[in-house]
Nanobody, 124 residues
Framework: QVQLVESGGGLVQAGGSLRLSCAAS??????MGWFRQAPGKEREFVSA????????YYADSVKGRFTISRDNAKNTVYLQMNSLKPEDTAVYYC???????????????????WGQGTQVTVSS
């Protein structure tokens, strides 16, 4: 049974850092990523990593500040978030996909498996 377990959210001041973790159980995935959703807004793509080669992808809003990485042995992905801004405040969701060719998508509907979400709050 597929399960994604997220951790690492919390409250931090602007300019601070947080590190999110997502551990996946069950079969390996071709693509894993992070989305976020703020109140009253649609869920948006943050970052993704292709498992086969480790290629990474980022939304323009987080480039240079966030880093996604993987731990193959633990089947876990991480999102290191630095220089956090109040506009980064959202519920962050880990997502996984078994896309046959490892195609990375920026659309939430392309991902079939989701974590429960973890709250990230950045104060001014």
């Amino acid at each position: 049974q597929v399960q994604l377990v997220e951790s690492g959210g919390g409250l931090v001041q602007a300019g601070g850092s947080l590190r999110l973790s997502c551990a996946a159980s069950g079969r390996a995935f071709n693509v894993m990523g992070w989305f976020r959703q703020a109140p009253g807004k649609e869920r948006e793509f943050v970052s993704a990593i292709r498992w086969s080669d480790g290629n990474t992808y980022y939304a323009d809003s987080v480039k240079g500040r966030f880093t996604i990485s993987r731990d193959n042995a633990k089947n876990t992905v991480y999102l290191q978030m630095n220089s956090l801004k109040p506009e980064d405040t959202a519920v962050y969701y880990c997502a996984a996909d078994r896309a046959p060719y490892g195609t990375v998508s920026f659309l939430s509907r392309s991902y079939d498996y989701w974590g429960q979400g973890t709250q990230v709050t950045v104060s001014s």
